[in-house]
Structures are given as structure tokens and as C-alpha cells.
């Protein structure tokens, strides 16, 4: 079985623009969320979707957004980008959005030059 | 905000010696724990997790225990491995909170051959 899979893989932007990162969950779960991951630190938590509803929100400008579409699948907005948001974006899913094991992909290297 | 930590940010053992990680939360409220390990390049792997009504759970080769009393939780790998080699990250989150997890910084468990 197909774990959570994303693309692209790396991605380079410069600052001012905007960008969009996919994400399909594993197949079965209904819930995605989405982590930021600067080197050397923990993830930390942008959004969760859920039957294509917002669950949750982390603490982070309203630059970013996401969606999710009626296969699961969702998609990660960023616009207006800064050099501090270069970090590794990971998305994970399962399989009813609750205290549950959450599956995370391998992420999109994002750099902002 | 509440924050996960970790006591050690690198740790070096012998290949078949054990190995034990620390975390400390400081959510009280905290019910649902899980360890990740995170390889280069690589999005974070599901390792075990305990909730709040338990004090230990074993794995494969791993064990995870949690002291309530203390806020403290700690991941015991067993027979060390070269493939152990990553960083491991321990996560927390409430019942209420869905897949939001609060990430501490990580610990990068190298194995001596």
C-alpha cells in the first residue's frame, strides 16, 4: 500500500511569490494535516483537515492556507513568500482525524532565495 | 504556549547496548504521547505511542514510559542498532486536539559500530 505521498519533492522560489503543495493521504484516511519543519527543529503544526473542513489552525499568518478536495487530498498555500519560510513542509495523514498514529510523508524541501 | 522538550540533543551508544531517550512535557493535559524517528531526508516514522491512562508500553525492541507525576516520558531502545541511527522526536496532544501534536526538538541517537 501507497504510504502519504507529496510533491514536488524540492521546490525553489524567491521571496514574493507564491506556492502550492499537494498531498495524498493514505488511502482510507480522511484526515490531513500539514506540519512546517526548520532544520534542526520539531515540526510544528499549520492545519488539519478533515472531511474537507478546517479542524485546526496552528500559529501562522493568514499567507497560508489549505484545502482539502473530495479524495482526500489536499493542498498547502503559501503567498508572499519570505526567506523564513524555507523549511521542510510535511504532510500526514489518518485515518479519522482524532488521537490517533499519524502517517507522515517525506516532504517538500522548500527554499526561498 | 505548552511546549514538549528534550533533556539531551545528542546521544552516542554502542551498537547492542541500550539506549534511552527523555522527553519532558508540560501540558497537564496532555493524554495522547508518541515517539517519531526521523532518518535524513525523510518525513517522521511512527515508533510507538501511550496514552495517559497507561505507564508503559512496549514495542518491538522498544518501550515507552510515561510518568504522569513528573511529566516525563522516555523512549528504551533495545540491542542498539547501526538502522537506529536518526533523531527522535517525542510529540504530545490532548484528547480535544485532533491530529495537532506539539513536537519537541529532538534528540540525534548516533550508534558506534
Known amino acids: 500500500d501507497a504510504g502519504v505521498t507529496q510533491s514536488p519533492t524540492h521546490l525553489i522560489k524567491t521571496r514574493g511569490q507564491h506556492v502550492t503543495l499537494r498531498c495524498s493521504p493514505i488511502?482510507?484516511?480522511?484526515?490531513v494535516s500539514w506540519y512546517q519543519q526548520v532544520l534542526g527543529q520539531g515540526p510544528q503544526f499549520i492545519f488539519q483537515?478533515?472531511?474537507?473542513?478546517?479542524?485546526g489552525r496552528g500559529n501562522f499568518p493568514d499567507r497560508f492556507s489549505a484545502r482539502q478536495f473530495p479524495n482526500y487530498s489536499s493542498e498547502l498555500n503559501v503567498n508572499a513568500l519570505l526567506l523564513g519560510d524555507s523549511a521542510l513542509y510535511l504532510c500526514?495523514?489518518?485515518?479519522?482525524?482524532?488521537?490517533?498514529?499519524?502517517?507522515f510523508g517525506s516532504g517538500t524541501q522548500l527554499s526561498v532565495l | 504556549g505548552e511546549s514538549v522538550g528534550l533533556h539531551l540533543p545528542t546521544l552516542s551508544v554502542q551498537e547492542g547496548d541500550n539506549s534511552i531517550i527523555n522527553c519532558a512535557y508540560s501540558?497537564?493535559?496532555?493524554?495522547?504521547f508518541i515517539w517519531y524517528k526521523q532518518e535524513s531526508g525523510k518525513g517522521p516514522q511512527f515508533i510507538i505511542d501511550i496514552r495517559s491512562n497507561m505507564d508503559k508500553r512496549q514495542g518491538q525492541r522498544v518501550t515507552v514510559l510515561l510518568n504522569k507525576t513528573v511529566k516525563h516520558l522516555s523512549l528504551q531502545i533495545a540491542a542498539t542498532q547501526p538502522g537506529d541511527s536518526a533523531v527522535y522526536f517525542c510529540?504530545?496532544?490532548?484528547?480535544?486536539?485532533?491530529?495537532?501534536?506539539?513536537f519537541g526538538g529532538g534528540t540525534r541517537l548516533m550508534v558506534k559500530p
Open positions: 483537515y478533515y472531511e474537507k473542513e478546517e479542524r
Open positions: 488511502s482510507g484516511h480522511k484526515s
Open positions: 501540558n497537564s493535559a496532555s493524554d495522547y
Open positions: 500526514a495523514s489518518s485515518p479519522m482525524g482524532g488521537n490517533e498514529k499519524l502517517f
Open positions: 510529540a504530545e496532544t490532548i484528547n480535544n486536539a485532533g491530529n495537532m501534536l506539539t
